[in-house]
């Protein structure tokens, strides 16, 4: 599966953004989906996930609340829209995909990586 992250950007505090991901190569609907981010010398950390049917989802606490992950299986894509922009949500975002039967919140749970999109908030 390839997939390829677009929507960051330069937003202020309180702003929205709406991360898409687009997956080619294989049918997307055996995966489960997941969006994690690093900031700028810290290590990469989980922010959302979404079942194979789209009905079961899950958020770090940062997010939770804040985020809503969605996915279209007939377009093979899945959104990430980021509502309550804050500073520290500044970060390069990444997508993932993975062949697990549940949605997982580790790094070591998805098989599948996009190249990332750069994601700024300014106070």
């Known amino acids: 599966v390839q997939l390829q992250a677009s929507g960051g950007g330069l937003v202020q505090a309180g702003g929205s953004l709406k991360l898409s991901c687009a997956a080619s190569?294989?049918?997307?609907?055996?995966?489960?989906m997941g969006w994690f981010r690093q900031a700028p010398g810290k290590e990469r950390t989980f922010v959302a996930t979404i079942g194979k049917s789209g009905i079961i989802t899950y958020y770090a606490d940062s997010v939770r609340g804040r985020f809503t992950i969605s996915r279209d299986n007939a377009k093979n894509t899945v959104s990430l829209q980021m509502n309550s922009l804050k500073p520290e949500d500044t970060a390069v975002y990444y997508c993932?995909?993975?062949?697990?039967?549940?949605?997982?919140?580790?790094?070591?749970?998805?098989?599948?990586w996009g190249q990332g999109t750069q994601v700024t908030v300014s106070s």
């Open positions: 190569g294989r049918t997307f609907g055996p995966y489960i």
């Open positions: 993932a995909a993975g062949g697990r039967r549940v949605p997982g919140t580790a790094s070591h749970d998805y098989d599948y």
